[in-house]
């Protein structure tokens, strides 16, 4: 197939999904070869607004939580979840792209110099971010971040059961933690997991869309749970949400191996603009608009 059929096939398949934020001529004159991922219909990565690379996650059934019971109870019981497909950023938010959307808002600037110390390069993740950064930053490029289920379905890479988000026990090199390094390291340092996300253990953790919630699941909907009454408000609308919300995926900061389990589950209190250097996030795009979804339903 000829390099403009691939680019009429990628904006007929954009236009029907609806993902017309992501600027047609920008993604596709930005892959080299666009790869269809045969049983979804659709391209395998895409390029998001800010230059930002995302790999599709598809849709499918998965059981959520600590399948081993050694972690918390908050990670109880495990439980089965179905998700619609999504897109997710293969990387961690860097310092650079969080740099452009500070130049172009009039967003509060985050203290730099503490920045630089964890994170000294633009390819470095972003730190010191709040939820309500994160949030204002998804929204700016026109994407949200990941449900908690969502997080987690893509941080297993289709491995089901598993203690880490990668085949076998975590490593020094698989991932930055337990202060092996002493700060970040640039996205992308370390193997990435079966579904071409890098960094989903350690690095810096990562802010979740859902409120904190110790007993959602023992009481979560099988479809498309997220601990919200209306995500689509919850997104539009965040700036008076003042409840915990989640963190996962452990950061260069955490110490020993546990808390890198791919089940893990951190928070931080109803002081959302907390943040501290082990603080960052990537974000998702739903394939359908987020107001078609079934969320929360059995």
Not at 256 to 271: D, K, T
């Amino acid at each position: 197939m000829g390099y403009y059929t691939y680019k009429i096939l990628i904006c007929a398949l954009l236009f029907t999904c609806g993902c017309d934020d992501y600027g047609i001529i920008h993604l596709v004159d930005q892959v080299d070869k666009v790869v269809i991922d045969q049983t979804l219909g659709l391209p395998k990565t895409i390029i998001g607004r800010n230059g930002s690379v995302m790999a599709i996650i598809p849709n499918g059934v998965f059981e959520m939580g600590d399948h081993f019971s050694e972690g918390e109870l908050n990670e109880q019981p495990v439980h089965q979840v179905e998700l619609d497909a999504f897109y997710i950023d293969i990387h961690e938010v860097t310092v650079g792209k969080y740099k452009t959307f500070i130049e172009a808002t009039s967003h509060q600037p985050p203290n730099w110099k503490k920045v630089l110390q964890v994170s000294p390069t633009e390819n470095h993740p972003m730190t010191y971010v709040s939820w309500f950064d994160a949030m204002s930053y998804a929204k700016w490029v026109k994407k949200r971040l990941p449900t908690e289920a969502e997080w987690e379905y893509a941080a297993r890479g289709g491995l089901a059961g598993k203690r880490y988000a990668y085949t076998g026990n975590i490593h020094p090199s698989k991932a930055n933690y337990n202060r092996n390094i002493g700060k970040t390291t640039a996205v992308g340092t370390y193997p990435p997991n079966n579904y071409g996300l890098y960094d989903i253990a350690g690095n810096v953790w990562e802010w979740c869309l859902d409120r904190y919630d110790s007993n959602f699941y023992s009481i979560s909907p099988r479809k498309n749970p997220i601990a919200e009454k209306d995500v689509f408000r919850l997104v539009q609308n965040f700036g008076d949400n003042n409840k915990p919300h989640v963190l996962r995926g452990g950061s260069w900061g955490s110490f020993g191996n546990q808390v890198l389990r791919i089940s893990v589950r951190h928070y931080y209190g109803a002081e959302n603009l907390k943040t501290d250097s082990n603080c960052g996030f990537r974000c998702v795009k739903s394939v359908q608009p987020d107001t078609q979804i079934q969320w929360n339903s059995q």
